[in-house]
């Protein structure tokens, strides 16, 4: 039933950001998504169950971003820059995103399970997908760097990055390095 699980992760991810997740109820999911109660409950077990699928869906969906962002034409500085708006974006858009991508999980969001990947494998995941996207010689190391800076604003958010702020701090760290 990939159809019914579907219509249901996107019925829990509406009812998510309608209201806290102690607050979201089956019977609503369930007819949300046009299924019944009994659908629900085979697709996932239960509520807990579909939290944590719609966990996993949600850091899927992060890295699915991740991807389209690094398969771009641009050169390998842009490309890192955008997989750092890309993050403080979906993190400041997405609470389940910033969830996993800083490990502060409140009452209101689903509980991530030990099948969703914590912070440190998320953004070793991003790290090395943009590694592996880049030109070789690219160095796992500037995308660790693209990593941790997209983390900081998501972790001390202030002012919206405006746009190619984050580039140009990646850029002047490329310069710095390079001029040593």
């Not at 490990?103 to 943009?130: Q, S, T």
């Not at 800076?149 to 702020?165: K, R």
């Amino acid at each position: 039933m990939p159809a019914a699980r579907e219509s249901l992760l996107e019925a829990a991810g509406a009812a998510l950001s309608a209201r806290p997740w102690p607050q979201v109820r089956m019977v609503d999911v369930a007819a949300a998504a046009g299924v019944s109660r009994q659908t629900l409950y085979n697709e996932f077990g239960g509520k807990a169950g579909l939290g944590r699928a719609l966990v996993r869906r949600e850091a899927d969906r992060y890295l699915d971003g991740v991807d389209r962002v690094l398969s771009a034409p641009d050169r390998a500085a842009e490309r890192l820059a955008a997989v750092a708006e890309w993050t403080v974006r979906t993190a400041r858009a997405q609470p389940l995103v910033r969830a996993l991508l800083t490990g502060a999980w409140d009452a209101g969001l689903p509980a991530a399970g030990r099948r969703a990947p914590g912070p440190g494998e998320l953004a070793r995941a991003v790290r090395d997908r943009a590694a592996a996207a880049l030109t070789p010689g690219e160095g796992p190391q500037r995308c660790e760097l693209a990593v941790r800076l997209a983390l900081s604003y998501v972790i001390a958010p202030g002012e919206e990055p405006g746009p190619g702020e984050l580039r140009g701090l990646l850029s002047a760290q490329t310069r710095t390095a390079g001029g040593r």
